[in-house]
């Protein structure tokens, strides 16, 4: 066939009409859109996230003992960790100087008030002092447990179902730290205490009084108790600047591993607290109250390292539902943990934060 008869030669073929095509078009657009949707949902299943259902293990804080390989690590912060109920009941047991401090301040040219004040006070000096090195104590227990639980050989959720122990010990730094942070905020003598020491002892030190009190406390370990006091939750403080150090100085480390690790913390706390399956094998209900405080301590020094913090969309803590369970407690029980939330994250009042979660917590 030539080229001219192949041009003039009719089509084997032909185009259905037009509203036929258009009709063919849009079954076929709905099928594909129906396959992408179901590979959506497949995908979505695949790779289903800990932010949406939570990492699906229990971690016992109960009962969990060291393996071999936790064992020195766990010997190192549970050295740390023993000293700490003495550390509440020293601070839940603070009385403070008050009424002996107004005394002296009312009468100038009492000598004898002016003394029983300053040996009321410097017996509680070097109380403070023993709250504050306990504090550089736990700072380092905290970076030693941030080695173990963010090394790259584990992810986030290995590490804390594997390494139990560790997991409990680092629950258990969080749980003191609240505790304390609770009661300090009850006992504002703590500030007036302190400030009345520093005064006293800079005018004695200037008429060149004998100050035996400052082999105890020093003028820069006073300067760093006071800026530590100054705080209202210093505990927490101490260890959002700890989680901060540990982030910076190991540069090599990927910040994911650590904002991993405590967003991991949270889901599970989380989890455990609104499945009844898992809270029911808890043996005590101050379990119940232990897992709610980890999870807003983790939840905090999450805000603290994360750039964009815990409660933007992009946060891999689901705050609404922490928010939510927390809010299911009893008001006294929950009040100062939400209190927390409100006040010692960085993030909440962000323009990024849904307004939705900055009203759970109005």
């Not at 009468?107 to 040996?119: G, H, I, S, V, Y």
């Not at 520093?198 to 006071?226: C, F, G, P, Q, Y």
Request: hydrophobic share 40%; glycine share 4%; net charge negative.
């Amino acid at each position: 066939m030539t080229s001219k008869e192949s041009a003039s030669a009719p089509l084997f073929f032909s185009l259905p009409p037009l509203p036929r095509l258009l009709s063919l078009g849009h079954d076929l657009l709905t099928s594909d859109l129906q396959s992408l949707s179901q590979m959506g949902n497949l995908l979505k299943v695949l790779t289903c996230t800990e932010l949406e259902q939570g990492p699906n293990f229990f971690l016992d804080f109960e009962n969990a003992q060291p393996t071999e390989g936790e064992r020195e690590v766990w010997n190192q912060v549970n050295a740390v960790l023993q000293d700490s109920e003495n550390i509440l009941l020293g601070l839940q047991a603070y009385k403070g100087a008050g009424q002996e401090i107004r005394d002296a301040i009312q009468n100038p040219n009492d000598f004898t008030l002016q003394e029983r004040a300053w040996n009321s006070v410097c017996p509680l000096v070097i109380k403070l002092k023993r709250f504050y090195s306990f504090s550089l104590r736990l700072e380092e227990a905290l970076q030693s447990l941030l080695e173990c639980l963010t090394c790259p050989l584990l992810t986030p959720t290995q590490h804390l179902e594997r390494e139990q122990a560790l997991a409990k010990q680092f629950a258990e730094i969080l749980h003191f730290t609240l505790r304390f942070d609770e009661l300090k905020m009850r006992i504002p003598a703590i500030q007036n205490d302190f400030s009345y020491y520093r005064r006293t002892i800079s005018r004695n030190r200037i008429n060149n009084m004998n100050l035996d009190i400052e082999k105890e406390v020093n003028n820069e370990m006073a300067n760093r108790m006071s800026l530590f006091y100054a705080e209202a939750t210093p505990m927490l403080k101490t260890l959002s600047n700890a989680t901060t150090n540990f982030v910076t100085e190991n540069k090599s480390l990927p910040l994911e591993n650590t904002t991993d690790c405590l967003s991991t913390m949270a889901s599970v706390c989380k989890v455990m607290l609104e499945t009844p399956e898992y809270s029911s094998r808890f043996s005590s209900e101050d379990t119940l109250l232990f897992c709610m405080r980890v999870m807003v301590g983790v939840i905090i020094l999450y805000d603290h390292v994360h750039p964009n913090g815990a409660f933007n969309k992009s946060s891999k803590i689901d705050m609404k539902g922490c928010i939510k369970v927390l809010k299911e407690q009893p008001v006294d029980i929950v009040e100062g943990l939400l209190n927390a939330l409100r006040f010692t994250t960085k993030h909440l009042n962000d323009e990024s934060t849904p307004k939705n979660i900055r009203a759970m917590l109005q």
